[in-house]
């Protein structure tokens, strides 16, 4: 039975393309909010319509400024609750903060459960992201977390390619379980890039475990920041006799002179989502294609309204 009370979709400043995007998909309009600053840079925030007793969804990635970003979710959220919703979810197509997940060395936070905890004590019910960093970011929350995973759109778009003779690579030994999923929807085999640095302050030597020669070697990873890493493995595969290179992202973040670096590589392509915005020169760089995760998330958004299962959408 569909969820009884009407659905209300609101976003913050990082994300508007995005939720347009979704409420096409939905074909319902984008749910009125004003966010703005004030004069001292606090974020200002009041939703322009009623939603007493809506099913609200509030969409934001917390991608750079992320600190900016992030509050305006959470404020928006704290401004759903006050007003009376039946139900908040707080949906980030990129979770921020999602690196520092363990303490990995003395002394350090564990950012991701920190944001977990701001987003649950803001008032979230349950929380809807995209490729999270590292899976066990789900358990930081004591509230339900829908997980959705945008390989489908990649393999979907190499499957109307038609692209034969591909190998599918991991960038790192940590990605491999995500990467064979990855692979198997492609009926590809898998390569790993292993990465080690043999003294401090050397470039990392790059060992491709794999064959990857006279091949189509796809690159998948959750995101891009400084593009660095991502670059060095394109040379490695390139070295070994692949045919190209493509690189397939969710978070294009595009950080520091990431972009310079890519249009300098050896990669032929590089894929990204929509769960952040394009920085101009990611746009004007010729390499760099998106493919809107909008259809997946306005999917799962109309399943979690209408307490469907998400499952299908992982196939």
């Excluded at 475990?209 to 690159?219: M, P």
């Excluded at 998948?220 to 397939?248: S, W």
Aim: net charge neutral; hydrophobic share 45%; proline share 4%.
């Amino acid at each position: 039975m569909a969820y009884s009370k009407s659905i209300k979709i609101l976003c913050g400043s990082a994300s508007e393309a995005l939720t347009d995007g979704i409420c096409s998909r939905l074909e319902i309009p984008r749910s009125k909010a004003r966010v703005g600053r004030f004069s001292d840079g606090e974020v200002k925030v009041q939703i322009g319509e009623n939603v007493r007793g809506s099913d609200v969804f509030i969409v934001n990635s917390t991608c750079p400024p992320v600190n900016d970003h992030l509050m305006e979710l959470l404020i928006l959220v704290d401004a759903a609750c006050r007003a009376s919703a039946d139900r908040v979810t707080a949906v980030l197509p990129y979770f921020g903060y999602a690196r520092q997940d363990r303490k990995d060395r003395p002394r350090v936070p564990i950012t991701a459960k920190l944001v977990s905890n701001l987003i649950v004590a803001a008032g979230a019910d349950r929380v809807l992201s995209v490729d999270l960093h590292c899976g066990q970011i789900q358990g930081f929350f004591d509230i339900p977390v829908d997980h959705l995973s945008a390989d489908v759109v990649f393999v979907n778009h190499f499957l109307e390619r038609e692209m034969e003779n591909i190998v599918v690579v991991s960038p790192d030994t940590g990605s491999v379980a995500r990467i064979r999923e990855f692979a198997r929807r492609l009926d590809a085999p898998l390569a790993i890039v292993d990465k080690r640095r043999p003294k401090e302050n050397e470039s990392e030597v790059m060992n491709v475990i794999g064959d990857v020669a006279g091949k189509h070697a796809l690159i998948f990873d959750d995101m891009i920041d400084t593009a660095g890493t991502l670059v060095k493995a394109a040379q490695a595969i390139k070295d070994r006799g692949a045919l190209d290179v493509i690189a397939c992202s969710t978070h294009a973040i595009f950080s520091g002179d990431a972009i310079k670096r890519i249009e300098k590589s050896v990669l032929d392509e590089v894929l990204v989502s929509d769960s952040v915005p394009l920085k101009p020169e990611a746009k004007a760089c010729s390499k760099v294609k998106v493919l809107s995760i909008a259809p997946l998330v306005g999917e799962a958004i109309r399943r979690i309204h209408q307490e469907e299962s998400l499952s299908i959408l992982f196939r």
